[in-house]
């Protein structure tokens, strides 16, 4: 079976790795299963996420699959790209050969979590929309879990472009098919995609046609429940929900 693993509420939080995370990973390794790490967040690059991950000794095995990769998949060589994004999304842009900028004519406008977003962006984000640029986003998430509690995601600085110009983005990342071509590309037909997000996560499941195992680690919190879509297993976080697997 493969284990597509989400990354902020479920391996970590802010800065802080959730207790026994890596040996469930190990754990599952040990077992013979494949893991990758499967995030929205396309603020970091993929050099970076997979650093974060050395730093709490998880190996990262070339199993990071990111929104920003997804996003990529979009776009053609020779395309002109607004930026209302990360370095993470970036960088998997002009692996593809786009010419990215930050203001003017576009033929797209690719929004991303990036912590710098400001009124003057967005208005060439607007600008270039209103001028004909399709808008592409790597993901929708409206928050996501930290150390010190939640923050906004990519999906609040998408939502505020969208209201500005009535424009429906197109979206890479989970639960969309963009990310689950990408999935499909690398896993087996045989998963189950971990995470604290019913929205993104338990959707992204469902598309993959795997199971969906709901972490209570991140945004969802038993107060929440039940949930839609519904989850296939449900533990307080990944070291329980390995044991629960391995124990039967």
Not at 150 to 156: E, V
């Amino acid at each position: 079976m493969t284990w597509a693993l989400d990354l902020d509420g479920v391996v970590w939080l802010g800065n802080q790795v959730i207790p026994g995370a890596e040996e469930a990973i190990r754990r599952i390794r040990t077992e013979g299963e494949q893991v990758f790490f499967v995030t929205n967040n396309s603020g970091r690059t993929v050099s970076e996420v997979e650093e974060k991950l050395n730093s709490f000794n998880i190996d990262p095995d070339g199993g990071v699959i990111t929104s920003a990769m997804a996003a990529a998949t979009l776009l053609s060589p020779e395309e002109t790209v607004l930026t209302l994004c990360g370095k993470g999304a970036i960088e998997e842009m002009e692996k593809v050969g786009v010419r990215t900028v930050q203001e003017g004519k576009a033929d797209s406008v690719v929004v991303g979590f990036h912590e710098d977003f400001n009124y003057w962006k967005l208005t060439a984000a607007l600008q270039a929309v209103d001028g004909g640029a399709r808008l592409l986003a790597t993901n929708d998430d409206l928050t996501y879990p930290s150390h010190d509690g939640i923050r906004p995601g990519a999906g609040s600085i998408l939502a505020s472009l969208v209201a500005a110009t009535g424009v429906t983005p197109l979206i890479a990342g989970k639960p969309y098919q963009p990310m689950c071509d990408l999935l499909n590309e690398l896993g087996g037909a045989d998963g189950i995609m971990v995470g604290d997000r019913p929205d993104t996560d338990g959707r992204f499941a469902k598309n993959m046609g795997w199971e969906f195992g709901l972490v209570l680690s991140g945004v969802t919190k038993v107060s929440d429940l039940p949930v839609d879509p519904p989850h296939d297993k449900l533990a307080d976080d990944l070291p329980d929900l390995v044991e629960q697997i391995f124990s039967t």
